[in-house]
């Protein structure tokens, strides 16, 4: 496997004939090679519904936000999870997804609440210091001003660049997810013929994120994210071009501030871990991507344990160096070392004496089948609903109109959503504080004055024709949005539904053709040609 990754994403994403010749050999020799699977390392993972809201910040007169997820029911004491989201390559808009989905695994079984931290929350002063000690210190002040518990724990995932927090807030932490540390060089490797190479291609790594230049900075995804084929190459590639050409000025300035430090000074994180003592021995894990670069991470990572005596090194099986460009599998391979992490100084709130005797042995497999199962089925029938969103939704309305899933969770309070669904469908269950379209009327809309509208239903057709029909007088419709892939997506995306009485529910309805799109756990019932349940009935449900 480290082969055929390498025949698909030498330098520019191009083809490294040397490992392709290399790996047609083993093909001759071991004709059952291509039988692996990276399915069978997939992470176990019970997703559940989770709430997103975002947390402003005010340090030093810089106002910023964070990302809070946090599950339906926050018990007392609960966990917080501090997530520094710094990879320099990684946009927060690709970032976001894949710590949702850590969080759906995370957050209800843990009692957790996620706070991720991401370029925002550091000034362009301090991205124009010649040292990453001033970071350093902004991103600790972010920290210091969240409303969290005294102790917590920390996920560090900046290849390298603000891992040394580990040791300055060693007192307050529980435990700590260390996610692709690199940077960590032998004594003499300044000295070699390596370090100017090096040094070179992250200065031209600069040039290119100082002029934003996203079609050169995708070519570098061959070497951060793992993929073994050119299909999930290029689709990796495309959707990183579409939102890194629509992320802020912020993002290229931490990554030219990123590469410029290892230009300038590649030593800087070596010397700067060498002088570190670590007195507080929080238990945790040092986790690296498996095909990972050997210079930078998979020895780096060693040195670091030196330090850290109590951190143990895990692998993430099939990464690079960038989980969250690597897709929704990994996010779950990710958010199970996470569990691990927890494991050590807590229990999950729901665990049979089962799950429990497997916390002791450290040789239990990741896989529970059951839920394994149910999560690979959730994707294929994902993967369906996009194919059919693209091949047959999305021309109904201009692209603009479509409004990302991932944009409502944290806008509550600035948009007014409208449910154009069928009466017999609304009164079976609906996305919590929307209103039916047979509610809408100018005098309401004059209540929401500022709100974005966006309309939904279960898949994207019926809204998208409500959404333009101009139902009303109010200029707003000229540019009202549409869920993107509807209430379907929604569910996918960890949304809950709430019926009549308010009390959250699985329970739907939906035409025949629409139900196959929704989540193994939704209780659909299906009307239309075959009411009544049909032979979905048996797929999906259970009343």
């Known amino acids: 496997m480290r082969f055929e990754v390498w025949v698909q994403t030498e330098l520019g994403n191009g083809k490294f004939l040397m490992a392709k010749n290399h790996l047609d050999s083993l093909r001759k020799q071991m004709p059952d090679l291509d039988n692996s699977s990276q399915d069978t390392h997939a992470a176990k993972a019970d997703l559940s519904p989770v709430v997103t809201r975002l947390h402003n910040c005010s340090v030093e007169g810089r106002s910023f936000n964070v990302r809070v997820w946090e599950p339906m029911k926050l018990d007392a004491n609960p966990i917080d999870i501090v997530c520094l989201s710094?990879?320099?390559?990684?946009?927060?808009?690709?970032?976001?997804?894949?710590?949702?989905?850590?969080?759906?695994?995370?957050?209800?079984?843990?009692?957790?609440?996620?706070?991720?931290?991401?370029?925002?929350?550091?000034?362009?002063?301090?991205?124009?210091?010649?040292?990453l000690?001033?970071?350093?210190?902004?991103v600790t002040k972010a920290i210091e001003s969240l409303p969290?518990?005294?102790?917590?724990?920390?996920?560090?995932?900046?290849?390298?660049e603000t891992t040394h927090l580990v040791f300055k807030l060693q007192s307050r932490l529980m435990t700590s997810l260390i996610i692709n540390f690199r940077g960590f060089h032998s004594d003499d490797f300044a000295n070699g013929d390596m370090c100017p190479k090096v040094c070179k291609r992250f200065g031209m790594i600069r040039d290119w994120c100082k002029s934003k230049n996203i079609e050169e900075m995708s070519k570098l995804l061959g070497d951060y994210a793992f993929a073994n084929t050119p299909e999930k190459i290029k689709k990796t590639a495309d959707q990183y071009k579409a939102i890194g050409s629509q992320e802020p000025a912020q993002f290229f300035e931490h990554a030219a501030f990123h590469c410029g430090r290892i230009q300038e000074d590649i030593m800087e994180r070596t010397k700067m871990y060498m002088r570190s003592v670590c007195d507080h021995q929080a238990k945790g894990i040092i986790a690296v991507g498996a095909f990972s670069p050997a210079m930078w991470t998979l020895e780096a990572a060693p040195r670091l344990a030196e330090l850290l005596p109590a951190q143990r090194i895990e692998y993430i099986h099939m990464g690079k160096s960038c989980w969250a460009l690597e897709g929704p599998k990994q996010a779950l391979q990710v958010g199970k070392l996470l569990a691990k992490c927890l494991a050590v100084v807590t229990k999950p709130r729901y665990q049979s004496q089962d799950e429990e005797n497997e916390q002791d042995d450290p040789d239990a497999p990741l896989i529970d089948p059951e839920i394994y199962r149910r999560a690979m089925q959730d994707l294929e029938r994902q993967r369906q609903l996009e194919l059919h969103f693209k091949e047959n939704v999305s021309s109904?309305?201009?692209?603009?109109?479509?409004?990302?899933?991932s944009e409502l969770r944290f806008m509550w309070d600035k948009v007014l959503l409208i449910d154009t669904r069928p009466k017999a469908q609304r009164l079976v269950s609906w996305i919590p504080g929307s209103v039916a379209q047979e509610e809408v009327t100018q005098a309401l809309l004059d209540k929401h004055q500022g709100k974005t509208l966006v309309t939904y239903c279960q898949l994207g057709n019926s809204s998208s024709t409500y959404a333009q029909s101009r139902p009303t007088p109010d200029p707003r419709w000229d540019d009202a949005k549409i869920l993107k892939m509807g209430?379907?997506?929604?569910?996918?995306?960890?949304?809950?539904?709430?019926?009549?009485?308010?009390?959250?529910?699985?329970?739907?309805?939906?035409?025949?053709?629409?139900?196959?799109?929704?989540?193994v756990k939704c209780n659909v019932k299906v009307v239309g040609a075959k009411g009544g349940g049909g032979p979905f009935k048996a797929l999906f449900g259970r009343k």
């Open 86 to 131: 710094l990879e320099f390559i990684t946009p927060a808009r690709i970032a976001e997804p894949a710590w949702h989905m850590m969080s759906r695994a995370i957050c209800d079984q843990w009692n957790a609440r996620m706070w991720v931290l991401d370029y925002n929350c550091i000034s362009s002063k301090a991205m124009e210091a010649n040292s």
């Open 133 to 138: 000690e001033p970071l350093q210190d902004e």
């Open 148 to 160: 969290i518990a005294k102790q917590f724990v920390l996920i560090d995932s900046s290849l390298g």
């Open 396 to 405: 109904l309305a201009p692209e603009s109109r479509w409004w990302p899933i």
């Open 487 to 519: 209430m379907a997506g929604w569910c996918f995306e960890g949304g809950v539904l709430e019926d009549a009485s308010g009390k959250l529910t699985i329970d739907l309805v939906a035409a025949e053709a629409e139900a196959k799109f929704y989540p």
